[in-house]
Structures are given as structure tokens and as C-alpha cells.
């Protein structure tokens, strides 16, 4: 059973704006510092925003700062990122992650040891 479950990547145009949501099990939300990370073709993955497990602590790419927002509800288990302004360049697919026990807001990828499957984003110009 998939742990994390992400949705609402879609085709946008340029100057959209997109919200994308990480459903996770109760368990892993609630012990865990969570993510957003892309990857475009022939491109690694890279950090987007991270948010702390107490949602008090968040941390961005500096290029997306301001653009992309990060949170979290712990009612539903759910992270969120809402992305602002869309580019081309923002064109990839997104993954959710979680670093169960983390302190802070984590930047590494390898420090997650939970990833969605990914939500693919399209952003026509």
C-alpha cells in the first residue's frame, strides 16, 4: 500500500497558477519532515520545499522562493505546494517525499527514505 499519494499535476499554461497535493498515512505524516522534489528530462532531481513535521519550519529552492508556497494539514494527512507564476522552466515531475524523524526541513534527497510516485506538471508557453 502506497504511503504517499500525490495529485493534481496537470497541463497548465505560462502565468497559471497550481496547487498539488500528498496524501500520506497518518503515521508517517505525523513523524515526519515532507517535500516536494522535481525531476525534468535528462535532469536529477532537486529540492523544491520542504516543511518541518510541526509545520513551523520551511525551506525552498532559492530560485522558487516567494513563487512556490509549501504547508501542510495535519486533519488530512496532506501536504501541499502551490506553485504561483508558472514557467516552462517549471515543467517537470513532482514528487512527494518524507523524512520520518527528521529535525528541520531537510534538503538532501537522500535523507528521505519515502517518495510518492509523482505528479506530472506541463506548462505550455
Known amino acids: 500500500q502506497a504511503q504517499l499519494v500525490e495529485s493534481g499535476g496537470r497541463l497548465v499554461q505560462a502565468g497559471d497558477s497550481l496547487r498539488l497535493s500528498c496524501e500520506a498515512s497518518?503515521?508517517?505524516?505525523?513523524?515526519?519532515?515532507m517535500a516536494w522534489f522535481r525531476q525534468a528530462p535528462g535532469k536529477e532531481r532537486e529540492f523544491v520545499a520542504g516543511?518541518?513535521?510541526?509545520?513551523?519550519?520551511?525551506d525552498y529552492k532559492d530560485a522558487l522562493r516567494g513563487r512556490f508556497i509549501i504547508s501542510r494539514d495535519a486533519a488530512k494527512n496532506t501536504v501541499y505546494l502551490q506553485m504561483n507564476s508558472l514557467k516552462p522552466e517549471d515543467m517537470a515531475v513532482y514528487y512527494c517525499?518524507?523524512?520520518?524523524?527528521?529535525?528541520?526541513?531537510?534538503?538532501?534527497?537522500?535523507?528521505?527514505?519515502?517518495w510518492g510516485q509523482g505528479t506530472q506538471v506541463a506548462v505550455s508557453s
Open positions: 497518518e503515521r508517517l505524516f505525523r513523524s515526519s519532515a
Open positions: 516543511i518541518s513535521s510541526t509545520g513551523r519550519s520551511t
Open positions: 517525499a518524507a523524512a520520518q524523524a527528521a529535525l528541520g526541513t531537510p534538503t538532501h534527497r537522500n535523507l528521505y527514505n519515502f
